[in-house]
C-alpha cells in the first residue's frame, strides 16, 4: 500500500512561481506512472502532469505545458510539481496520484494540497 503526501502549495500572486512535492510512503519500484491532477473550485478533477517512474517520459495538459514541469527523485521517492507563470485559473486543490504497472488507472491518491493565485 503506497501512501502519497503533498507539500509545497500556498497563495501566489499572478506571474509567480510555486513547487509541490508528493512524498511516498514506500520504495516506488512497484509504481509505473507518477501524476498530478488538480480540481478548480467548482468542476471536476483533471489531468496536470505525469512521469513514469522507470523512464522519466513526461506528459502534459495543454494548459500548463511550457510552464509546469514534472520531476521524480527515485532514491528520495519523490515527484514535484514545478508551477511557473502561474494564472488565477491555475487555482485548484491539486493531487498526487501513483498507478501500478498493473492497472489502467491512477490507485492511489494524496490528499490534496490548495494552490492559490491571486489576480
Known amino acids: 500500500q503506497v501512501q502519497l503526501v503533498e507539500s509545497g502549495g500556498g497563495l501566489v500572486q499572478t506571474g509567480g512561481s510555486l513547487r509541490l512535492s508528493c512524498a511516498a510512503s514506500?520504495?516506488?519500484?512497484?509504481?509505473?506512472?507518477m501524476g498530478w491532477f488538480r480540481q478548480p473550485p467548482g468542476k471536476g478533477r483533471e489531468f496536470v502532469a505525469s512521469i513514469a517512474w522507470n523512464t522519466g517520459i513526461t506528459n502534459y495538459a495543454n494548459s500548463v505545458k511550457g510552464r509546469f514541469t514534472i520531476s521524480r527523485d527515485n532514491a528520495k521517492n519523490t515527484v514535484s510539481l514545478q508551477m511557473n507563470s502561474l494564472k488565477p485559473e491555475d487555482t485548484a486543490v491539486y493531487y498526487c496520484?501513483?498507478?501500478?504497472?498493473?492497472?489502467?488507472?491512477?490507485?492511489?491518491w494524496g490528499q490534496g494540497t490548495q494552490v492559490t493565485v491571486s489576480s
Open positions: 514506500e520504495r516506488t519500484f512497484n509504481v509505473a506512472t
Open positions: 496520484a501513483a498507478r501500478v504497472p498493473t492497472s489502467l488507472i491512477y490507485n492511489y
